[in-house]
């Protein structure tokens, strides 16, 4: 009879799984279309990291551990383990379809947990895809935040788990939020922000059930015990955050500078995620159609069981406004890792599902009615039969209703249609060519890479991290070193033959000229180009094809795809293990015998008291946009780029050529400070020398090279916070410390107040009479200019860039008659340096560059001591003796997380077994 009322009623009977189907690929075809243009086939690089690839990323796992940290140079531990297991058995396209599967995982197990508070199936679905598709997620799909989306994937399911250990006695719910937290927190303080709120709300509502909150604590127990690697490393962040530092105070200000209720309530308020503002979420007014969902999520307010989530809602939105405003200080300052929340993704992750099932929970209230029954047929009972018995008149309204939301949220997804805004914010700058890969495997020695821009030495870092390129500077003198990877370059386009013996000499085996590659620097002629404070090569392939083959220095090789490989004629190879000569430990005193600033601040309103006077700042709408804002300590200069050409404040000043000034640069954020030096007036043909600092590295000190400089200080596209800056007249030394104290000493050197090993002579460099009495060390150094009296000269060669202008060519009679003096040939005579008494210990000496640590071990009859404070030195041993003969902690924590996950998946199956024993029991005694 029900048959024939549906067959007259002309409405088919529909199962719940076909109505699920359809759903699904409805959003699949959305999404499909969202992607359309994105590459496959090619390894996908994750923001700023590499791609880990094949049995790579399982060696950074394995291999890479030492204590601090684990030693592991990315945070997020078992994310490479992840990508190196799927890489080495799918290869590239498997990385691919997993990073593509997210978003679609993130929406079926949305569906699964809806459940519990959405009916209506096809209401269900929209609300996913508003949980899958919205500019939170669209932006770290951008941005390429992976460990972020694996741990939005799984949080419905972890959330459906948690439910389940409330509402029913077996221990197998415990079992699986474990799991599911232990595989898919990959970010553990990111997990911790998106559970916390509805663990405790759980807690509240079992606080008469003392198993069920014994059960809670044990599923978090054990997810933290199946996340370990990357929640140690959480809590050793945890034991160290410091509240007051200005980066996390910079960083905090920037990421919530769009939380306005709005933004936040259409899940566009991290500022954090440039995408957002990119794609239009923060920029663009026709994104108010997002407050779509924040309003259908209202309908729902009446029922009762939803109240909690509009509670965590409403909390998290007040947070965030709150703490752009300030209001929310004095949390991070009484209480160090709420620090962790100065990117609020970690809170829109909660807040995506609150909004997401509020949406589904108001849409479904609205649709249905006075009589609270949706109009159209969503299952077989017999409910869904009776909502035919109105006739078609509902179910048309509801349909329409559903087609004007559909409409809004397309709208609301429309700024990501293509490759959802992969091609349009990163460009082909997002993934890592495989015909890279193949190429760099069969590569041995230091490469030089051609053109050499940001994200080629982003893809290299993974692909070839042995090459010759921005970390050369670091790496190869043991301090920052910018201006020699400058001028290494610079000879290079002028000339490739002049620099090849230098290459040569530094191990530099192969020149690679890349045909087609990243980004936009392959216009012009072969030049060195200065971004965020570091050089690259731009230039045409072509040219450089061009020069090396008219070089005799370099030989082609072979060409594959899209590179040509040109191998440098005497190359030699260069281990990581170094070996110096001698060894002492130094002592130095705290602070020089003048260092103090002289003379008036020659930048005019250098702290902003008076507005922009005296700078020159961009005043138009497309660029940098610069506002003086006030402050605590007073007023401050605002620079931020989103969109046009960027734009530095600048400002010009008389000095005095040779004269040191001391640069003092309150300042925050990405960005760069220029100095230009010309001889006259300013213009391009009396420019003499153009100096270029990262903000977070700006010397003390400059030499003035010319009488005019220009200072200007540029955002890298981002927000730039300007405090004061003064240029002041000093004297050497330039700076204080270990390190440039032990600057252009020969040998390896021991910092004496760290070390307490008995290997080495004392050292004492520019100490005075009374500390060399206490120190009495067994060699000492003295800088001329900290002594004598006479006319400076200022050169980068001498030991601290200043000597002193001997009269007569006479040493004075402070320098003792043993001792060895360092002097340099001037036009008006000699220049003292520097001199030395005693004798140095030039013993050979090996040099492990990796963090001090006294369980690497070399031979019985080698010597072990500290070097440079950090690195591990060795008198008498070679460096394939040396051995780590660590990794105790290293051991317990992989034993323990790996033994936690043996006996949770076998508690699984023990459980699965009996639980299938027990319906065949059923089904048996059903049958008799």
């Not at 759903?23 to 923001?47: D, E, K, N, S």
């Not at 951008?142 to 389940?164: Q, R």
């Not at 970390?471 to 290494?488: A, C, M, P």
């Not at 440079?868 to 060795?874: K, L």
Request: aromatic share 12%; charged share 20%; with cysteine.
């Amino acid at each position: 009879m029900t048959r024939r009322l549906d067959d007259l009623r002309g409405h088919p009977r529909i199962a719940p799984r076909h109505v699920h189907a359809l759903c699904f690929a409805v959003f699949l075809l959305v999404y499909a279309y969202l992607l359309r243009g994105i590459t496959i086939g090619q390894l996908y690089t994750f923001g700023d990291f590499p791609p880990f690839y094949g049995t790579g990323g399982i060696e950074k796992f394995t291999e890479v551990w030492v204590e601090q940290g684990l030693g592991f140079s990315y945070i997020y531990h078992v994310l490479p383990l992840y990508m190196g297991a799927v890489t080495l058995v799918g290869g590239v396209l498997a990385q691919n379809l997993l990073f593509l599967s997210f978003l679609p995982m993130g929406y079926l197990a949305f569906v699964v947990f809806a459940r519990r508070f959405v009916g209506s199936i096809p209401v269900r679905h929209l609300a996913a895809f508003v949980y899958a598709i919205n500019p939170l997620t669209i932006g770290e799909f951008v941005n390429g935040g992976m460990a972020a989306l694996i741990g939005y994937a799984a949080l419905p399911l972890l959330l459906h788990y948690l439910y389940d250990i409330v509402d029913t006695d077996g221990w197998e719910a415990t079992l699986k939020t474990g799991a599911v937290f232990g595989a898919t927190t990959v970010s553990p303080w990111l997990g911790f922000w998106m559970v916390a709120p509805f663990a405790g709300y759980l807690v509240y509502r079992a606080r008469d059930a003392p198993r069920t909150i014994l059960k809670l604590c044990v599923s978090g127990v054990l997810g933290v015990l199946l996340s370990l690697p990357s929640v140690h490393h959480m809590l050793q962040r945890a034991l160290g955050f410091s509240s007051g530092q200005s980066v996390l105070e910079t960083t905090l200000a920037w990421n919530y500078t769009e939380a306005s209720v709005l933004s936040v309530a259409r899940l566009a308020g991290n500022h954090g995620v440039m995408a957002m503002n990119k794609l239009g979420y923060n920029t663009d007014p026709a994104m108010l159609v997002g407050l779509v969902i924040p309003g259908i999520a209202l309908l729902a307010v009446r029922q009762r069981r939803l109240h909690v989530y509009y509670g965590i809602a409403g909390s998290i939105i007040a947070f965030m406004v709150l703490t752009k405003y300030g209001a929310t200080t004095f949390l991070f300052e009484v209480f160090p890792p709420v620090w962790s929340l100065r990117n609020p993704v970690k809170l829109q992750y909660p807040l995506l599902v609150c909004l997401s099932i509020l949406f589904g929970a108001g849409l479904e209230t609205a649709l249905s009615g006075p009589k609270n029954r949706v109009g159209w047929p969503k299952t077989t009972s017999a409910r869904s039969r009776l909502a035919l018995t109105d006739g078609g008149a509902e179910m048309r309204n509801n349909a329409l209703v559903v087609g004007l939301v559909m409409l809004a949220l397309l709208a609301y997804a429309a700024p990501a249609s293509g490759a959802l805004g992969l091609e349009e914010i990163r460009g082909d700058g997002y993934y890592v060519p495989q015909e890279q890969t193949e190429l760099t495997e069969n590569l041995d020695g230091t490469v030089m890479w051609v053109p050499y821009g940001y994200t080629t030495q982003l893809r290299l870092r993974h692909a070839y991290p042995n090459h010759l390129g921005i970390k050369s500077g670091g790496v190869l003198h043991g301090i920052q070193n910018t201006e020699y990877v400058s001028r290494l370059f610079s000879e290079f386009t002028d000339d490739p033959e002049s620099v090849r013996p230098q290459l040569a000499r530094q191990g530099v085996k192969y020149v690679v000229v890349e045909s087609d590659p990243p980004e936009d620097i392959t216009f012009g002629e072969p030049r060195v180009v200065e971004r965020w404070g570091a050089p690259w090569l731009w230039g045409s392939p072509e040219d450089y094809n061009a020069a090396l083959n008219e070089s005799a220095g370099y030989d082609y090789a072979y060409t594959s795809g899209e590179y040509t490989v040109y191998r440098v004629r005497d190359a030699t190879d260069h281990e990581r293990i170094e070996t110096s000569e001698g060894v002492h430990r130094l002592y130095y005193p705290e602070s020089p015998d003048t260092i103090d600033p002289d003379g008036p601040n020659l930048v005019a309103n250098g702290d902003f008291d008076d507005g922009l006077e005296g700078w020159w700042s961009w005043d138009g709408e497309n660029g940098t946009q610069t506002t003086v804002v006030n402050t605590t300590d007073g007023h401050a200069v605002e620079m931020v780029t989103e969109s046009g050409d960027i734009y530095p404040i600048a400002q010009e000043t008389g000095v005095s050529r040779g004269q040191p000034y001391e640069l003092t640069l309150d300042a925050a954020g990405s960005g760069n400070v220029f100095l230009y030096w010309y001889n006259g007036t300013r213009s391009a043909e009396n420019l003499v020398e153009r100096e270029s600092y990262a903000l977070d590295d700006t010397p003390q000190t400059v030499v003035a090279q010319g009488s005019t400089l220009s200072i200007r200080i540029r955002p890298n596209s981002t927000r730039v916070h300007i405090d004061r800056v003064a240029l002041r007249e000093t004297t050497y030394p330039r700076d204080v410390g270990f390190a440039s104290n032990t600057d252009a000493v020969p040998g390896v050197v021991i910092d004496g107040r760290q070390s307490n090993e008995s290997v080495g002579l004392a050292v004492g460099v520019n100490l005075n009479d009374s500390e060399a009495a206490q120190v009495d060390p067994d060699v000492r150094i003295r800088d001329a200019e900290t002594v004598l009296d006479g006319e400076l000269v200022y050169d980068e060669d001498y030991r601290q860039g200043v000597g002193v202008l001997l009269s007569d060519d006479e040493l004075d009679d402070v320098v003792p008659e043993d001792a060895r003096a360092v002097t340099f040939d001037h036009p008006d005579g000699v220049v003292l340096d520097y001199w030395v008494e005693g004798e140095f210990d030039d013993r050979p000496v090996t040099v492990l560059y990796t963090s001090y640590d006294e369980r690497w071990e070399g031979p019985e009859d080698a010597t072990h001591f500290r070097a440079y404070g950090w690195a591990n030195g060795y008198i008498d041993a070679q460096p394939s003796e040396i051995r780590w003969t660590g990794g105790t902690i290293r051991r317990w924590v992989v034993n323990a997380w790996a033994g936690s996950w043996v006996l949770t998946l076998g508690a699984l199956g023990v459980i699965s077994v009996r639980k299938r024993r027990r319906r065949a029991r059923q089904w048996d005694r059903a049958r008799l």
